[in-house]
DNA sequence: GTTCTATATGAACGGGCGTTCATTTCAAAG
DNA sequence: CTTTGAAATGAACGCCCGTTCATATAGAAC
């Protein structure tokens, strides 16, 4: 009936998730009419449901791949070594591909309370998830005496919140590269959990004078 | 006309204010209507036009009002000292502050969008007046040998990127207090800016191994 | 008791909303 | 050719939107 990469295919559903996309992240989406979304295909409104029973699981459908990607990319990229060479692993990791999709980035974050109460579960699971995979590698460092956290928890959504804070300053051609603000931030994150010893400063003399 | 503490008054300016910060915080400006707003008042829809010209005004005056009284607060607050304890007073500060008024945060962090172009040109000079303030004191820090910081203005976004982020995961009773919150964060900001002297370690070793 | 005025109502305005559906289009299969 | 059926139209559904305005209400001032 519909979804299938079909004959006459030209606009088809990547194209609708494409729009809705593309205007969810600039306008929001209660913001946005499904007319606009079908002006910016190209179609006639009542043709989107041909490739979406409604406006909110479009919506859902975002957030979800959204997740679903981070996830597996996260799997996929991760590579073993100390807990210090994971979280630099991690942090890289996250700006990387939160400056790569800037509008899922802005719609998983702020349309989260147009979801509807069990699609807004679904997601919030994947989050925690994620979440979970950064946790963990501060309590493996905390367990080894590399960091120095007193809640892994804390220090997780703090991590967290300050990489993703890239994304509402980050502009395309400016001041600065990702390679330089990839590292800059790992060096806040770095000292942020007290791991002294991965910061590559040229810090002789404040040693003794520290307290 | 309207505006005036009147006589018959009990539902006037503040009300109104009120109902809509709630109302906006709670479900976005975009999905909140003039006629839900006004049900939560207790009054006509019509009636709300005595205490604000349009919905616009009243969501652009929540925000300006908010980031005045950051900055009043501030203003009031700021002691004077050594950059690392003006560093920890901000910190502090700003925690308490987000803190005490989830809803007004909300809308300032989520609703930018919905402002009208000059309206939201004039929230973000608000906003960046107060991010200077940070930036002053990571720059005097650095001047002063005291912080590691690169970049004084990524750190000031990263760090007020972390701070807020308290405010989503926050909830009344929950199993840290605010002063215990505000501690971690600031060991935590204070790791991530390279100013060591500050964190209450008990980091003897890792100094020579440093490297 | 009359006037005044701030406050509020409730109907109305034109318009946009999400969604449905009978109908049309048209490339490919027979 | 004819038939098929997915793809798309465009009109229609009932409903809610922000805002306006003529009208009503009722306490304060005289």
Redesign the pocket.
């Known amino acids: 009936?519909?979804r299938?990469t079909?004959?006459?295919?030209?606009?088809?559903g990547p194209k609708v998730r494409a729009a809705a996309q593309k205007l969810f992240a600039r306008m929001g989406y209660a913001a946005?009419?499904?007319?606009?979304i079908?002006e910016e295909v190209g179609?006639?409104?009542?043709?989107l449901?041909?490739y979406t029973p409604?406006?909110?699981t479009l919506l859902y459908d975002l957030m979800k791949s959204h997740m679903e990607e981070l996830l597996a990319a996260w799997a996929a990229a991760e590579k073993g070594g100390d807990p210090l060479a994971r979280l630099e692993a991690f942090v890289r990791f996250h700006i990387r591909f939160h400056l790569e999709r800037p509008d899922a980035v802005f719609i998983a974050y702020m349309e989260l309370r147009n979801l509807e109460a069990e699609n807004f579960a679904r997601i919030e699971a994947l989050r925690k998830a994620y979440e979970d995979e950064l946790e963990a590698i501060l309590a493996d460092g905390r367990a080894a005496g590399l960091f120095d956290v007193p809640d892994t928890k804390l220090a997780t959504l703090a991590l967290i919140a300050m990489l993703t804070g890239v994304n509402t300053w980050y502009r395309e051609g400016g001041r600065l590269s990702r390679e330089r603000i990839e590292s800059i931030y790992l060096d806040m994150a770095l000292g942020a959990v007290g791991a002294e010893a991965g910061r590559a400063r040229a810090m002789a003399a404040p040693c003794r004078e520290a307290e």
Chains 1, 2 share one sequence.
Request: aromatic share 4%.
């Open positions: 009936m519909a299938k079909g004959s006459h295919a030209e606009i088809t946005v009419s499904m007319r606009r079908a179609v006639q409104a009542g043709a449901y041909l409604d406006k909110q």
